[in-house]
């Protein structure tokens, strides 16, 4: 998949360095199980992994830049959209311009044609040169980094517990 080298290799020296990564969800079925996955595979890799998913009146759907400014004053230097994120051109802008790495895993498509927002990667089953992988889910991405991350030695930690067999 596009991007998949970029993203588990930045996911795997946050984990070694101890940042803290925000996991940012859609508050949807799909949104919060990914969330709730990937939270737990970076915590069972001894990783720090903090989420926000909006809420839904408040707040609504998307990125939001007041969220990442509060995220790195908090000190997290990588950002993991959820099933959500091909549509934040200027909430990428905002990442970029606070220096967060933001890594986007979507499987929606972008509007505004064939451009993506500005991240160290984007994750999407959906686009065209990830066309044997095309999905409807938001798990489907996550699943798949997380699979690589086990096989690119990301285990190194020897966590108690067996991650790459849970998924």
């Given at each position: 998949?596009?991007?998949?080298?970029?993203?588990?290799?930045?996911?795997?020296?946050?984990?070694?360095?101890?940042?803290?990564?925000?996991?940012?969800?859609?508050?949807?079925?799909?949104?919060?199980?990914a969330v709730v996955l990937l939270k737990?595979?970076?915590?069972?890799?001894?990783?720090?992994?903090r989420f926000h998913v909006p809420h839904?009146?408040?707040?609504?759907?998307?990125?939001?830049?007041?969220?990442?400014?509060?995220?790195?004053?908090?000190?997290?230097?990588?950002?993991?959209?959820?099933?959500?994120?091909?549509?934040?051109?200027?909430?990428?802008?905002?990442?970029?311009?606070?220096?967060?790495?933001?890594?986007?895993?979507?499987?929606?498509?972008?509007?505004?044609?064939?451009?993506?927002?500005?991240?160290?990667?984007?994750?999407?089953?959906?686009?065209?040169?990830?066309?044997?992988?095309?999905?409807?889910?938001?798990?489907?991405?996550?699943?798949?980094?997380?699979?690589?991350?086990?096989?690119?030695?990301?285990?190194?930690?020897?966590?108690?517990?067996?991650?790459?067999?849970?998924?």
């Amino acid at each position: 998949m596009m991007g998949m080298a970029a993203a588990v290799e930045r996911l795997e020296r946050a984990i070694e360095l101890h940042e803290p990564v925000l996991l940012y969800g859609d508050y949807d079925v799909d949104g919060t199980t990914a969330v709730v996955l990937l939270k737990t595979a970076i915590e069972m890799l001894g990783g720090e992994a903090r989420f926000h998913v909006p809420h839904r009146l408040r707040e609504g759907y998307g990125l939001q830049s007041s969220v990442l400014e509060a995220s790195y004053a908090e000190g997290v230097r990588l950002v993991i959209t959820v099933d959500t994120g091909m549509r934040a051109f200027a909430e990428a802008e905002t990442a970029e311009r606070l220096g967060l790495d933001l890594i986007v895993t979507d499987h929606h498509l972008a509007k505004a044609g064939d451009q993506v927002p500005v991240a160290l990667a984007i994750l999407n089953p959906n686009q065209a040169a990830a066309a044997t992988l095309r999905s409807r889910c938001a798990v489907r991405p996550l699943r798949s980094s997380w699979r690589r991350l086990c096989l690119n030695g990301g285990m190194r930690r020897a966590p108690a517990k067996k991650p790459c067999q849970a998924f």
